[in-house]
C-alpha cells in the first residue's frame, strides 16, 4: 500500500506506511497532514487513512478503488493554511504515533530469546539427548527455529510473550501472514541478531538500538513487514520484574545443562586444556 501526501500544495510520494510513521515521529508529518492512497475518494487528514487505521485515532472506511484525486482537491475534515500545512478539524483530539520505545523492545527481545533457551534446553533434557556442541545456546543452530516460533506467534496471537508483557503488539491490516511474519523474524536474525554470533552481534545490536532510537522503527518494519505498536500502556516499572524472570530463566538453562557438563569439560580440555586449567584454579580459589 503506497501513500501520498500534499506539500505546499504539491503532491509528494508515493511511500510506504511504514515510512509514514517514520516521518510522523520524526515531525516532518503531522496526522493533520492531508493523504491519500488507493480506495480513497479524496484528500484526507493521515489519521483518516485505512492504511492507517491501526495507528490513528480514527478511520474511514471506504469504496476499493477510485483515481488518484488532483493536488488541488482537498475535500477533508481537516483545512489547509497558507503553507500547505493543515489544521484539526475542530473538536478532533490528535494523538501520537503509538510505537514502542527502543528500551521495551530491547528487553522484550531479550525476554522472549531466554524464553525460547529455557524451552528448547527443557525439551532437551526431557529427551535426554546427548551433549553435541553445536546444541549449546553459544551456536547459531540453536537458534535456527526461533524465528520460526516467533513468526507463528506473530502471525497467530499478533505478538510475542516477551512483547505482550510489555504491552507491544504488531499491526498489518486485518490478518498477519506467516510468511511476512517470517521473512520478519529471519531478517531480525541475521541483521538484527548477528545469528547470535558473538562478533556479529556486538555490532549488529547497537546499531540496531540506535537506528530504532532515531526513527522510531528499526530497518526490517520499513520493509512492510508486521509493525510493532503499543497496545496497553504500562508503568515503567515492568520492565524490572522482568529481570528476576530472565535471571530465573538463566537459572533453570544452567540446570537443564548439567547432564551435559562431564562432555562439556572433555569437550574443552580437548580444544583447549589451558582455558580448563585456569578455570580449575579459579573455581578452587573461589
Same mark, same amino acid.
Given at each position: ?36 492512497? $488507493? ?15 491501526? =495507528? ?45 520505545? &527502543? %528500551?521495551?523492545?530491547?528487553? #522484550? ?33 540453536? *537458534? !535456527?527455529?526461533? &524465528? ?8 497467530? *496471537? ?6 505482550? *508483557? ?13 510468511? $511476512?511474519? @517470517? ?5 531480525? =536474525?541475521?541483521?538484527?541478531m548477528g545469528c547470535m ?16 532510537k532515531r526513527r522510531g ?10 509493525? &510493532?505498536?503499543?497496545? #496497553?500502556?504500562?508503568? %515503567?516499572?515492568?520492565? %524490572?520484574?522482568?529481570?528476576?524472570? !530472565?535471571?530465573?530463566?538463566?537459572? @533453570?538453562?544452567?540446570? %537443564?545443562?548439567? &547432564? ?17 586449567? =585456569? ?8
Amino acid at each position: 500500500m503506497y501513500i501520498y501526501w500534499l506539500d505546499k500544495q504539491e503532491r509528494r510520494g508515493p511511500v510506504t506506511v511504514p515510512d509514514v510513521l517514520s516521518m510522523i515521529r520524526l515531525e516532518e508529518l503531522s496526522w493533520d497532514t492531508l493523504g491519500w492512497h $488507493s480506495g480513497c475518494s479524496g484528500w484526507m487528514p493521515l489519521r483518516e487513512l485505512p492504511a492507517l487505521s491501526g =495507528f490513528a485515532p480514527t478511520s474511514t472506511q471506504l469504496p476499493e478503488e477510485s483515481p488518484l484525486p488532483s493536488s488541488r482537491d482537498e475535500s477533508s475534515s481537516a483545512s489547509s493554511t497558507e503553507d500547505g500545512t493543515t489544521r484539526p478539524a475542530r473538536g478532533h483530539i490528535v494523538l501520537p504515533v503509538g510505537l514502542p520505545a &527502543p %528500551f521495551a523492545r530491547a528487553v #522484550a527481545r531479550a525476554t522472549d530469546c531466554v524464553l525460547y533457551a529455557t524451552l528448547l534446553l527443557g525439551i532437551i533434557f526431557l529427551l535426554e539427548i546427548p551433549y553435541k556442541r553445536m546444541l549449546l545456546p553459544g551456536y547459531p543452530l540453536f *537458534w !535456527i527455529l526461533m &524465528p520460526v516460533l516467533e513468526a507463528i506467534c506473530i502471525s497467530i *496471537w499478533h505478538t510475542t510473550p516477551g512483547k505482550r *508483557w510489555l504491552g507491544i503488539a504488531f499491526v498489518q491490516g486485518k490478518k498477519i501472514n506467516f510468511l $511476512s511474519a @517470517l521473512g520478519r523474524s529471519f531478517y531480525v =536474525f541475521v541483521f538484527g541478531m548477528g545469528c547470535m554470533i558473538p562478533l556479529f552481534m556486538i555490532m549488529t545490536l547497537p546499531l540496531s538500538y540506535f537506528d530504532t532510537k532515531r526513527r522510531g522503527l528499526a530497518r526490517w518494519d520499513l520493509m512492510g513487514s508486521p509493525i &510493532p505498536v503499543v497496545v #496497553a500502556k504500562l508503568p %515503567f516499572g515492568i520492565i %524490572f520484574l522482568v529481570i528476576p524472570f !530472565i535471571l530465573l530463566c538463566l537459572q @533453570l538453562c544452567s540446570y %537443564f545443562m548439567l &547432564p551435559w557438563l562431564p562432555d562439556m569439560l572433555t569437550d574443552l580440555q580437548n580444544q583447549d586444556p589451558d582455558v580448563l586449567n =585456569f578455570l580449575t584454579d579459579w573455581l578452587s580459589h573461589s
